[in-house]
């Protein structure tokens, strides 16, 4: 699917790619296949499991053909006040930039991969769902796959409603020209579609999945990512939404975070920083992850969704060579002193930020250069891929939901045991308590998930002008950086609210149905 538009038009005859999502002998552990018709295929359980295979695939996506390469936490970290565009020069960053200065054209190439990526993710889950009932396979079977998928088209209509607002909502494929033109739906409608998916999807997912099918969705998942859509829904819009099962507000939010403290069996790794390394991947922190990994290697310069490594961690990697630690990281989102000097003396720290000064080998400093690095997704030797070409290679998950955000949650929600929640993530990176409020809880958070592509969005379900007192920079420089001051400048345009633009692409191919967003 390029696009939206096209994705509709050729519908009865779209083909599916159906391409691994892990690596070693986990359940997403598929080699990749060559294209087939969709309406041959769905016939049996064995082709159920591979379209399966292929929604989970596009979790994984962090570009599109022809477009950009967008891996979504290098993105919202430049979108926040954690970390600025980067890149070898000003042209290599170019479009990282627009978005870092909140001057971003409607044909900014970025914005339009996460469009494309979400909406294909969409159309396989909707596909999968009305197939799957014809489909020669066990009433177990469907029921959690089922689930699985509605899960995962929650997931993409969250990325899409959080950075777009005004979007199609289509939880059906298209069946004929009469269809074709489809209007942007309220915002509203389409959280309540999210809370409903999750709902549904949690009724029916286990609890735990055995070793070899690490990667799979949990209800632990699906509860987390319900509280994480409605706490930004709060913030920005502050109505109450229902569904089929009745009012989604604070008490029913708060119950779904309590139920995973209480039952889910997690808890915070002693080690901050483990929860990044590859002995913390799918540990008793992790909720929610993406599998990311070596198998099988990849080349392809031309089609990089094809492989499995982390992009994310390939962009934001120092430019380092000679080394035994660190190999050629393209330095995109070097991180910012602001949030260097909100670490310092912080046990997290660490397990947050590398600096130059702890780099071996020859560093080549690039635009923008802070002398701060992710220390979270980067190009340690650690996550060297075994095989193929180093940058698509990387191999370490990308964490969407950790145990220490269900505490904090529930905590930000008035759960009765807040502030014990509260304490506990500051215990384990050794600070001591202090009162829970507003301003500490959304600082406390700022610590925990720096980097994590989290910031920006608390940023703004705070409302716009803190979201500019917190994004704007103007006369901050740390003691690594080099180049002119104005290249470390930006204002944010609260006019925005925070979205980004409808893809002019699109726009101009819905034959003006599309709107563009305020402020572009």
């Known amino acids: 699917m390029m696009n939206l538009n096209l994705y509709i038009k050729v519908i009865v005859t779209v083909v599916v790619c159906l391409l691994a999502t892990s690596c070693g ?43 950009s390469w967008a891996p979504m936490c290098t993105v919202l970290d430049i979108l926040s006040d954690d970390a600025l565009a980067g890149g070898s020069d000003a042209n290599d960053g170019m479009q ?41 396979a066990s009433e177990e ?119 995973i403290i209480q039952n889910g069996g997690f808890m915070l790794l002693e080690d901050f920083s483990q929860n990044f390394r590859l002995a913390g991947e799918f540990g008793t922190e992790s909720i929610f992850e993406i599998s990311h990994g070596d198998s099988p290697a990849w080349w392809d310069w031309g089609y990089l969704r094809g492989g499995e490594g982390n992009l994310a961690a390939q962009m934001q990697g120092p430019r380092v060579t000679g080394s035994e630690n660190w190999d050629r990281g393209w330095s995109f989102a070097p991180v910012t002193e602001q949030l260097y000097q909100l670490l310092d003396g912080d046990g997290r720290l660490d397990g947050t930020i590398v600096t130059e000064n702890q780099l071996d080998g020859n560093l080549v400093k690039g635009y923008q250069h802070t002398g701060y690095y992710s220390r979270k997704y980067t190009s340690d030797a650690e996550h060297w891929g075994s095989d193929g070409q180093f940058e698509h290679n990387r191999t370490c998950n990308y964490r969407i939901l950790r145990y220490s955000d269900i505490l904090l949650m529930a905590a930000e929600l008035g759960s009765s045991n807040g502030q014990q929640y509260f304490d506990m993530v500051r215990a384990r990176a050794g600070m001591p308590s202090i009162p829970l409020n507003e301003d500490n809880l959304f600082e406390e958070r700022h610590r925990e998930f720096a ?70």
Not at 30 to 40: A, E, K, L, M
Not at 205 to 224: C, D, H
Not at 477 to 500: N, V
């Open 25 to 67: 002998d986990d359940f997403l552990d598929r080699q990749p296949r060559d294209r087939i018709v969709s309406s041959n295929f769905y016939k049996t359980e064995k082709d159920a499991q591979q379209a399966l295979v292929a929604v989970y695939d596009a979790l994984q996506y962090q570009s599109s053909p022809g477009v």
């Open 96 to 136: 990282q930039q627009e978005l870092n200065t909140y001057n971003c054209p409607t044909t900014n190439p970025i914005v339009h991969s996460i469009w494309l990526k979400n909406y294909t993710g969409i159309y396989r889950a909707n596909l999968f769902l009305e197939v799957i009932g014809d489909i020669e």
């Open 141 to 259: 079977f469907k029921k959690r796959t089922i689930a699985e998928v509605k899960f995962m088209r929650a997931y993409f209509y969250l990325e899409l409603v959080r950075c777009f607002e005004n979007i199609p909502l289509l939880t059906a494929t298209i069946s004929g020209p009469s269809e074709y033109s489809q209007t942007q739906n309220d915002p509203n409608e389409v959280y309540a579609q999210i809370f409903q998916d999750l709902q549904d999807a949690a009724a029916d997912l286990p609890t735990s999945v055995p070793s070899n099918e690490l990667g799979r969705i949990t209800k632990w998942a699906a509860q987390g990512l319900l509280a994480r859509a409605y706490v930004f829904h709060k913030g920005v819009y502050g109505t109450q939404l229902s569904t089929s099962q009745g009012q989604v507000d604070d008490t029913y939010v708060l119950a779904q975070l309590e139920d």
């Open 451 to 520: 980097l994590e592509g989290i910031r920006y969005f608390d940023v703004v379900r705070r409302g716009e002008s803190y979201a500019n007192s917190e994004l704007t920079s103007n006369n901050e420089r740390g003691q690594f950086y080099e180049g002119d001051q104005q290249i470390f400048e930006h204002t944010y345009d609260p006019s925005k609210r925070g979205f980004l633009p409808i893809p002019q692409t699109e726009i101009d191919l819905s034959n003006g149905v599309f709107l563009q967003n305020v402020g572009y």
